[in-house]
């Protein structure tokens, strides 16, 4: 059984700074894509940013040069650095991992935007 749990939310003003972290319990295996996703209240859950173990990541264009995504150094850590936030950045935001013909998800941490 695989566990995602996020941390790192949080309050912010506008402009303002957060680091999302997601652990998995176990390995990232070379295999895995990991992807962050945000659901907004009313609205449906949308992807923010992926990466393979390759090193590769992708971003969407709403969030484009202002959030990263990243693997730790320990290799069971996915990061979502989140820059210059805006009102319309805040959600809930999860991590995701399909593996095994599953979908595995975190139980979300909350952003919130607002001075």
């Known amino acids: 059984q695989v566990q995602l749990v996020e941390s790192g939310g949080g309050s912010v003003q506008p402009g303002g700074s957060l680091r999302l972290i997601c652990t998995v319990s176990g390995s990232i295996f070379s295999s895995d894509t990991m992807s962050w996703y945000r659901q907004a209240p009313g609205k449906e859950r949308e992807l923010v940013a992926s990466?393979?173990?390759?090193?590769?990541?992708s971003v969407e264009d709403s969030v484009k040069g202002r959030f990263t995504i990243s693997v730790g150094y320990a290799k069971n850590t996915i990061y979502l650095e989140m820059n210059s936030l805006k009102p319309e950045d805040a959600a809930v935001y999860y991590c995701n991992m399909p593996r095994w013909d599953r979908q595995f998800w975190g139980q979300g941490t909350q952003v919130t935007v607002s001075s």
């Open positions: 990466m393979n173990m390759d090193g590769i990541s």
